[in-house]
C-alpha cells in the first residue's frame, strides 16, 4: 500500500508537461510539504528540467531545492547481463 504522505513523482516516458503538473498539483491541492522528483538514466535530464520549470515558472519564490542525491542501481536485463544506471532525486520543499 502507498503511503499517503510520500509525495514522489517517478519520471519516465510521459509527456513533460504532465510532471511539471503533478509536481505544481501536489505543493497546491495536496498541500505537500515536500516533493521528490526521481529518475533513472536517459529520463534524469527530464527530471532536472521538470523541477526548473515547476520552480522557476509555475511556483516561482513559493518552492525550492531542498537536496539532491545521486546514486547508480545495479540490475539484470533481459538477456541477463549486469547493467548499471544513474539515478537522481531531487527534494523540493515549501
Do not use: C, W
Not at 501536489?26 to 523541477?51: L, W
Not at 537536496?67 to 540490475?75: L, V
Amino acid at each position: 500500500m502507498e503511503d499517503p504522505n510520500n509525495h514522489t513523482i517517478f519520471v519516465g516516458g510521459k509527456p513533460f508537461m504532465n510532471y511539471v503538473t503533478g509536481v505544481v498539483m501536489q505543493f497546491t491541492t495536496q498541500n505537500a510539504p515536500e516533493v521528490i522528483v526521481k529518475a533513472r538514466g536517459k529520463f534524469i535530464s527530464k527530471a532536472v528540467d521538470i523541477t526548473e520549470v515547476a520552480s522557476k515558472r509555475f511556483l516561482e519564490g513559493q518552492i525550492k531545492i531542498k537536496d539532491i542525491k545521486i546514486n547508480s542501481e545495479e540490475f539484470k536485463n533481459e538477456e541477463g547481463k549486469l547493467i548499471r544506471v544513474s539515478t537522481i532525486e531531487i527534494f523540493l520543499k515549501k
